[in-house]
């Protein structure tokens, strides 16, 4: 049977682990090969582990710290170089402060991510989503 594997980690400032360990966990109990990279993973870390893993249906970056835009600031340069040309999943605490605005979600997208996610809960499905877009040749 064809074994789906997600590239997981969180962003290179971030020591946050918890939210990490569980979606490994759950990705894992639902037969998904985790590549875990754990806290503080670079754009680069990231792109070493797509190489290793062309396969990977996606790269899962979590951000707790409200840095997720200045930790993913070299996206665009890798995808330039050819790196990371798979769907790139932001989630967790994304920007400073408890008041939360569209921009700060908008400017990830500029960054090139493909889906900015506040929940966990919401990866399966839209894994599921983005499986079936690449087998219907649409991402
Ligand atoms: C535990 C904790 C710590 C621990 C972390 C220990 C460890 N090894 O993990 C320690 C004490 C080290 C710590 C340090 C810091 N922390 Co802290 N920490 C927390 C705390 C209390 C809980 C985080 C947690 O584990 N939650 C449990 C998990 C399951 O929930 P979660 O992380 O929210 O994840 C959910 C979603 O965010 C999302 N999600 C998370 N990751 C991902 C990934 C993907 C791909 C997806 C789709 C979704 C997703 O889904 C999860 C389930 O719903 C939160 C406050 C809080 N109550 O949330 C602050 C909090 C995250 N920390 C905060 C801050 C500021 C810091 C520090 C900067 C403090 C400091 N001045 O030093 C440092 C940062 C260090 C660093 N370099 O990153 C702030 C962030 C504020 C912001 N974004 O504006 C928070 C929100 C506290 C606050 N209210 O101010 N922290």
Redesign the pocket.
């Known amino acids: 049977m064809h074994t789906r594997t997600v590239i997981?980690g969180?962003a290179a400032?971030?020591?946050?682990?918890?939210?990490?360990h569980?979606?490994a966990h759950t990705l894992r109990a639902r037969g998904f090969h985790v590549v875990n990279l754990g806290?503080?993973t670079t754009v680069d870390e990231f792109a070493a582990a797509h190489r290793a893993h062309p396969d990977a249906e996606a790269v899962?970056?979590?951000?707790?710290?409200?840095?997720a835009y200045e930790d993913l600031r070299d996206l665009p340069s890798a995808r330039a170089r050819g790196l990371l040309n798979c769907p790139v999943?932001?989630?967790?605490?994304?920007?400073?402060?408890?008041h939360k605005q569209s921009a700060d979600i908008e400017r990830l997208y500029t960054l090139g991510v493909h889906?900015v996610?506040?929940?966990?809960?919401?990866?399966p499905a839209?894994l599921d989503e983005l499986a079936d877009r690449a087998t219907a040749g649409a991402v």
Do not use: F, K, Q, Y
Request: glycine share 14%.
């Open positions: 997981l969180v400032s971030d020591s946050h682990a918890v939210a990490n569980l979606i806290t503080c899962l970056v979590g951000s707790l710290n409200g840095h999943i932001v989630g967790g605490n994304l920007s400073v402060g408890s889906r996610l506040g929940d966990a809960s919401e990866l839209v």
